[in-house]
């Protein structure tokens, strides 16, 4: 008789990059463990780490003071902690929590079963943070009803923009080879797949170091080909290189959804260069103007950071004019938030954190009426939705995403859940759109016409 497979709990903090990191680090030990969300019976505990501000390391931090009890009553659990802030912290995170067995960096998920044999063997706490030349990775098959699956693209980043951890934390930037990618989209959408996220910190430099010379858009253009495929999306490109190519892509490939995330960070010409983006205001502006040009009905997303070391007060009114003038959809925003070894962290003309907490509040107050108005330009529409599952937000409601990422909840059963469904949108807040499913067997009447004309069919 086969002895059970011990139960494996995975808490996930940060980035996408970090959710599919946590889903490599399932599939690694997948012939010793299973996993479950019920932490109180693992036997394995790993905490997967963000370190791109302090408040993201404060909470592994706390977390890791209230799994003290959990460790004191079941002492034969073991408790690991991996990602970007096991990457930085190694060794010292051993010292700061006397209950911790096991330290792996983000070049450690491979190697972690041979971690955990040794753990095993001499009973001793250990740390394992080197980089590696080379990553495998591994390909599991469809969890049941899954229809979104996240694809790492890339790992790493080469850009050192002064004020961020990334690169330091994840190591050189490295391209997965266009066969790997390609097998693995294919699997999952013969397995009924819906939608691929292709991820990397910076998607517009994949390809480079390859043995076959295969770039961004080329790799989208060989994965729109794919029949069955429905939705296509991708994470993060960077400003800077975002090609003319790729934005003709918008207007060419039926699966690429018309959404970009585009993160600008700041409005100052002074700041941007000090945070060595590598644009302008206006150079931005311009990709922004080009890429409405190509595929009118683009949604924009963008990262923002208030309080930068330096920032005057006239430096930040140039990024509320930027956000007007962009007309973001939606918008994460941050504080500035030193972090050890970047550049930044250094620079004198530290912003007080009033001036963060009050700049921040300006801000939050313009993109909400920005994303206000980007989701009344949707109101009274016919859009696709792809079925996510149950709205916490929305007593009961189905909840989705249009192909442009605009959240929509909406009654309905839930056999639709993991399937693209017509809605016709009927009212418009902040973060979410209201809607009714259109007529029929569950509006399925407008899906054959969808895949057609996917961006706007008549209700
Ligand atoms: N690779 C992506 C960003 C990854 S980090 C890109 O280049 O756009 C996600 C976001 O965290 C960044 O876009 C930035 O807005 C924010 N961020 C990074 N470092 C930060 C810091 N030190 N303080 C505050 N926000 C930060
Ligand atoms: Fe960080 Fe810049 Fe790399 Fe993005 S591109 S991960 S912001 S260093
Ligand atoms: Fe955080 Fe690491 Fe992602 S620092 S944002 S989890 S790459």
Redesign the pocket.
Known sequence: MRTPKKKLYIRTYG?QMNVADSEQLALVLDSDYELTDRPEEADLYLINTCA??RKSVEKVLSLLGRLKALKRRRPEMLLGVGGCVAQQEGQQLLRQAPHLDLVFGTHGIYRLPDLLAKQRQTGRRLVDTAFAAEMPYLCGPRPAGAVQKLVTIMQG?D?Y?T????PYVRGPERSRPAADIIAEVAAFVSQGGQEVTLLG??VNSYGRGLPEAVSFPELLRRLAAFGGLARLRFT?S?PRDLSEDLMNCFAELPPLCEHIHL?V?AGSDGVLARMRRGYTQKDYLTKVERLRQVCPDIAIST???VGFPGESEADFQETLTLMRAAAFDSA?Y??????PQ?E?ATYAEQVPEAVKTERLARLKEVQEQLSLASNQRLVGGVREVLVEGFSKQHNGQLTGRLRSNHVVNFDGPAELIGRLVQVHVTTAHRHSLGALLCGGQFGDQFLAASRQDHRRIPC
């Open positions: 980035c791109i501000r980043c850009n923009c004020y961020c951890v990334v910190q910076n993060t960077h993160p960070q990262d923002l950071i994460f941050f504080k500035y938030s030193p972090r970047t930044a």
